[in-house]
């Protein structure tokens, strides 16, 4: 993967007043399709010339500038997107000891990830399945439709998997589900970004609208439809959701070599390209890859809730990679300017209050190598050379 790329900025263009520490709220995602605009020509300083490429150019022999250069530093929290959580809980998931890593997984991947994303949860099949009733049916009282609300305390999400939570019975009615699902993100109008996660181990079936001969995904089908293969209503509702604006991320759960096509394909139609796949020990590490594909990169500057005294030039912002709170943000984490993100490296302004990362940067910002952006204000922006 290739990193962020660093080059030294002119730290002694500093007032000697120091730098203030303010900590910015306002913080949005912006829609994919955001006009793009010159950074160039967003402003000029007091020292600039008419020329809006040489705005962007660290120029230490500018007398103007090491007057006017004072940086404000911003640390900037990015904007959450939600997920929903679609999981499985039929009889196979406990019967083959995945229920419990499963659940202590997303516990601790809904605790790496708060402030990041606003997690809910679906299960499946309905909790009033039990021994002979309702093994088929996808959720459908009101306290399961989705059993954690999107942005809802990550205390009920950890109640309802993994030991204790709300256990394992019936089929995998898995199209029904998302169907469900796509009916409760429709009403979810919170402005944010939304995606989910069918967490499955087994093929879909539960369709009773299927007879033999079919494919069966269990035991024997001639008497019983419902174990019929429901790949193309499921693949259907994948397509549905994505249509809508919901990508659908699948991971399947332990060995489904025999699925390994019927999962592919709904993932494609969910808008992801193909499907991941864990056992238990790699849970975390796969949830962990598909979180990181849904973080924004982009982030929306709030000039109002800036000092007074600050500027508000957009050529006068340089950004930093920090690990850590305590880590100074300094020449050897900077993240260059790169106009059009002709170099993919870094970032640019998507408009005039709108900050994107390239995507070389943008995947690094997905895997964790950031965990604190840092945005300066009042200093000419270094640009990739």
């Known amino acids: 993967m290739k990193r962020l790329i660093f080059l030294p900025v002119c730290l002694f263009l500093l007032s000697a007043a120091g730098c203030e520490s303010y900590r910015v709220a306002g913080i949005d995602t912006l829609d994919d399709d955001s006009e793009k605009v010159d950074s160039g020509s967003s402003g000029q300083d007091a020292g600039s010339d008419s020329d809006s490429d040489s705005d962007i150019d660290s120029d230490s022999d500018s007398d103007t500038d090491s007057d006017t250069c004072h940086e404000d530093n911003f640390e900037i929290a990015v904007q959450p997107v939600d997920l929903l959580i679609v999981l499985d809980r039929s009889n196979s998931m406990c019967d083959d000891g995945y229920w419990d890593p499963m659940g202590k997984a997303i516990k601790q991947v809904v605790n790496q990830m708060l402030g990041r994303i606003r997690f809910g949860l679906m299960v499946f099949p ?3 399945c039990h021994s002979i009733t309702h093994q088929c ?5 009101p306290s399961e439709i989705p059993r954690v609300k999107i942005g809802g305390s990550e205390d009920w999400i950890k109640m309802n998997v993994g030991p204790g939570g709300v256990g394992c019975c019936g089929g995998t009615p898995t199209a029904e589900t998302l169907i469900t699902s796509l009916d409760y993100l429709d009403a979810v109008n919170d402005g944010y970004e939304k995606y989910v996660l069918l967490a499955t181990d087994g093929a879909p079936n539960c369709n009773d609208a299927l007879s033999a001969p079919c494919e069966c995904t ?3 089908c001639t008497d ?10 499921t693949i259907d509702a994948a397509d549905a959701m994505y249509q809508a604006g919901y990508p659908v991320y699948v991971l399947s759960i332990g060995s489904m070599s025999q699925w390994t096509d019927v999962m592919d394909d709904i993932a494609s139609a969910g808008g992801t390209g193909t499907f991941y796949n864990a056992q238990s020990d790699e849970f975390v590490e796969k949830l962990n890859e598909i979180t990181g594909q849904v973080i924004s990169c982009d982030y929306n500057v709030d000039w109002e809730t800036l000092p007074e005294d600050a500027s508000t030039d957009p050529s ?5 990679c920090k690990e850590n709170e305590t880590e100074e943000a300094d020449d050897d984490n900077i993240i260059k300017f790169d106009k059009g993100c002709a170099n993919g490296g870094g970032w640019d302004w998507s408009d005039d209050d709108t900050i994107t990362f390239c995507p070389d940067a943008c995947e690094d910002l997905k895997s964790g190598a950031c965990e604190i952006i840092m945005a300066t204000f009042g200093c000419k922006s270094v640009p990739i050379e």
Not at 316 to 320: E, M, Q, R, S
């Open 218 to 220: 269990t035991g024997d």
């Open 126 to 128: 309905t909790l009033e």
């Open 316 to 320: 006068l912002v340089n950004l930093y």
């Open 224 to 233: 019983n439809g419902e174990m019929c293969l429901d790949d193309q209503a």
């Open 137 to 141: 049916d996808g959720p459908f009282e």
